[in-house]
């Protein structure tokens, strides 16, 4: 009697000792009144219920990294491969002794046919803290965006396009500097590109549309490499047409795109284009006497390539979809 007495206060104890919260002391407690040996064990079953709370943690997305995560990580070679959609809190950059001026991670862009479009974020950055952050594409090492803020302890955030299986890198540091290492939470949220008819940008990859059937899609364009190259925004459709008169009507234009729209008949000679100078404006080809026949329609902003990677908050053309309907 008075060893099991004993044994139950030295579990409880031992339970409080360990650091267990107040509901793990609990069973330990119940397990007493039990008053077999075996009810001690349960008491330690206690602990790996508080296991269990850090586990519900990783479900929700977020990755305690600390301090030292993925170091050393100071040359683009070193890069941390991390995950999208994950928060990384608690890392740091910017050792006064010169040991950590640099913070390089990796992503590798998910497999979407129509590739995707990735928001950073650095975020509950520490008193004394001012944030940089240079994103590369791995393929050439050059810079997509640089952002950075000379407010302490503000956040700062950019976007950018990413292909289908292609590396690009993020890089953190005190902007302008040398200082006292500083804090801060990462995050890198990606989209994939809302357009089942990617990839469509050249006239071989072409996709059927019917006539009379409006579809969707995407303006967004992206590389693996840092700069785009013309064609990577383009848009080619196949479409069967009778003799006569058509019309090829892009609506629903994001508020920020000047679409541009070419007709192309069967030998790529272009038959007809209507584009625009005002963002947001439709556009419109309306042909006449056209030969019965298979014709291209090409969708691509006008007057240069978009922009895929910029500070702050993506376009609306690169979140949001046209509308193109072929019509006789
Ligand atoms: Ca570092
Ligand atoms: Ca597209
Ligand atoms: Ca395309």
Same mark, same amino acid.
């Given at each position: 009697?008075?060893?099991?007495?004993?044994?139950?206060?030295?579990?409880?104890?031992? #339970?409080?000792? %360990?650091? +267990?919260?107040?509901?793990?002391?609990?069973?330990?407690?119940?397990?007493?009144?039990?008053?077999?040996?075996?009810?001690?064990?349960?008491?330690?079953?206690?602990?790996? &219920?508080?296991?269990?709370? =850090?586990?519900?943690?990783?479900?929700?997305?977020?990755?305690?990294?600390? +301090?030292?995560?993925?170091?050393?990580?100071?040359?683009?070679?070193?890069?941390?491969?991390?995950?999208?959609? %994950?928060?990384?809190?608690?890392?740091?950059?910017?050792?006064?002794?010169?040991?950590?001026?640099?913070?390089?991670?990796?992503?590798?862009?998910?497999?979407? !046919?129509?590739?995707?479009?990735?928001?950073?974020?650095?975020?509950?950055?520490?008193?004394?803290?001012? !944030?940089?952050?240079?994103?590369?594409?791995?393929?050439?090492?050059?810079? $997509?965006?640089? %952002?950075?803020?000379?407010?302490?302890?503000? =956040?700062?955030?950019?976007?950018?396009?990413?292909?289908? &299986?292609?590396?690009?890198?993020?890089?953190?540091?005190?902007? !302008?500097?040398?200082?006292?290492?500083?804090?801060?939470?990462?995050?890198?949220?990606?989209?994939?590109?809302?357009? #089942?008819?990617?990839?469509?940008?050249?006239?071989?990859?072409?996709?059927?549309?019917?006539?009379? %059937?409006?579809?969707? #899609?995407?303006?967004?364009?992206?590389?693996?490499?840092?700069?785009?190259?013309?064609?990577?925004?383009?848009?080619?459709?196949?479409?069967?047409?009778?003799?006569?008169?058509?019309?090829?009507?892009?609506?629903?234009?994001?508020?920020?795109?000047?679409?541009?729209?070419?007709?192309?008949? #069967?030998?790529?000679?272009?038959? &007809?284009?209507?584009?625009?100078?005002?963002?947001? !404006?439709?556009?419109?080809?309306?042909?006449?006497?056209?030969?019965?026949?298979?014709? $291209?329609? $090409?969708?691509?902003?006008?007057?240069?390539?978009?922009?895929?990677?910029?500070? &702050?908050?993506?376009?609306?053309?690169?979140?949001?979809?046209?509308?193109?309907?072929?019509?006789?």
């Amino acid at each position: 009697m008075n060893l099991r007495t004993t044994l139950s206060l030295l579990l409880v104890g031992s #339970a409080l000792v %360990t650091g +267990c919260t107040i509901s793990t002391g609990t069973p330990g407690s119940s397990g007493s009144s039990g008053s077999s040996g075996s009810s001690g064990s349960s008491g330690s079953s206690g602990s790996s &219920g508080s296991s269990g709370s =850090s586990g519900s943690s990783g479900s929700s997305g977020s990755v305690v990294a600390g +301090c030292d995560f993925g170091e050393p990580n100071d040359t683009r070679e070193q890069a941390k491969a991390v995950d999208v959609n %994950t928060s990384y809190t608690g890392l740091c950059v910017s050792n006064p002794d010169g040991g950590d001026l640099l913070d390089f991670f990796e992503i590798t862009a998910p497999a979407d !046919a129509a590739g995707g479009y990735v928001q950073v974020s650095i975020s509950n950055v520490s008193s004394k803290g001012l !944030a940089e952050l240079i994103v590369y594409s791995a393929a050439d090492n050059a810079s $997509l965006v640089d %952002t950075y803020t000379t407010e302490d302890g503000a =956040s700062i955030k950019a976007w950018f396009t990413v292909t289908p &299986g292609a590396k690009y890198r993020v890089q953190v540091n005190r902007f !302008a500097g040398a200082g006292p290492r500083f804090s801060y939470d990462m995050r890198l949220d990606y989209t994939k590109i809302n357009d #089942a008819f990617e990839p469509n940008n050249r006239k071989e990859d072409a996709k059927v549309i019917a006539l009379g %059937t409006p579809i969707q #899609a995407s303006a967004a364009a992206h590389s693996p490499n840092t700069e785009l190259s013309v064609g990577d925004d383009s848009d080619y459709y196949k479409v069967t047409l009778g003799a006569g008169n058509a019309t090829i009507k892009l609506s629903n234009s994001p508020a920020d795109y000047l679409c541009d729209v070419e007709l192309l008949d #069967a030998s790529g000679e272009r038959v &007809g284009e209507n584009y625009t100078t005002t963002p947001g !404006a439709n556009c419109q080809i309306d042909a006449k006497d056209l030969v019965g026949g298979q014709y $291209l329609v $090409l969708q691509h902003q006008f007057a240069g390539l978009p922009i895929r990677a910029k500070a &702050g908050e993506p376009p609306a053309f690169v979140t949001a979809r046209y509308t193109l309907e072929v019509t006789q």
